[in-house]
């Protein structure tokens, strides 16, 4: 997964997605429980984790010559729950010549 470009890229897409998630579905709950410290941790390790995706997306446009509008509708989708999960699943893999009826 990490030899090609998108390789890199979606495993990226895939840490970031996950992190997301922690943040909604774990830190935010916690803090309503009255621990606020969980958002202080996870919107650090959110943030650093989006910087990486930022530029992983940037380095995968050059590196793959993407189109401007790919990689800002990859962007938007970011921010979106499950929007990167979904996105990998569906459009990713068959820019990799991959799809999920093939693999089934």
Do not use: C, H
Not at 3 to 23: D, E, S
Not at 39 to 45: H, K, Q, R, S
Not at 86 to 98: A, I, Q, S, T
């Amino acid at each position: 997964m990490l030899i090609t470009p998108l390789g890199r890229f979606r495993l990226t897409a895939w840490i970031q997605a996950v992190v997301y998630l922690l943040i909604l579905f774990v830190a935010y709950p916690l803090k309503s429980a009255g621990v606020p410290q969980a958002v202080t941790i996870f919107g650090n390790i959110y943030g650093a984790t989006f910087l990486l995706f930022v530029m992983v997306l940037i380095y995968a446009r050059s590196a793959l010559n993407w189109s401007l509008s790919r990689p800002i509708i990859i962007f938007f989708v970011s921010f979106i729950p499950f929007g990167l999960i979904v996105m990998d699943l569906l459009w990713m893999r068959k820019w990799e010549g991959r799809s999920i009826s093939k693999s089934a």
